[in-house]
């Protein structure tokens, strides 16, 4: 399975990011398979942006449920990210990533995927 991200990037006037992960060799709507958006500041650690797993059910993670917006187009295998009101705390690596998981708490943060794309720089300027 690969994972790549692209799209516009940032859109300074309205300082709103949007990217879409496409995804290939695997379908995102087989059964227990979560994708995520995650992100990785400059000396910093992972941070999960939110998931939406295989049923379409999307979960946000607290500090970005605000202003994050993700979905998908299951005809084009793909998923997307909006992140507005983006401010120089927001520059990072920005990852698309998958993982497999049949349990009860599939939405629930992690440290591991098992698939991640190579990311995209994202860099705020003030």
């Known amino acids: 399975v690969l994972l790549q991200e692209s799209g516009p990037g940032l859109d300074k006037p309205s300082r709103t990011l949007s990217l879409t992960c496409t995804v290939s060799g695997g379908d995102i709507t087989t059964r227990y398979y979560y994708w995520s958006w995650i992100r990785q500041p400059p000396g910093g650690e992972l941070e999960r942006i939110g998931t939406?797993?295989?049923?379409?059910?999307?979960y946000y993670s607290p500090s970005f449920e605000s202003r994050a917006t993700m979905s998908r187009d299951t005809s084009k295998n793909q998923f997307t990210l909006q992140l507005r009101s983006m401010t120089p705390e927001d520059t990072a690596v920005y990852y698309c990533a998958g993982y497999y998981c049949s349990g009860y708490t599939c939405y629930e943060g992690r440290s591991d995927y098992d698939y991640r794309g190579q990311g995209t720089q994202v860099t705020v300027s003030p």
């Open positions: 939406i797993g295989y049923t379409g059910y999307i």
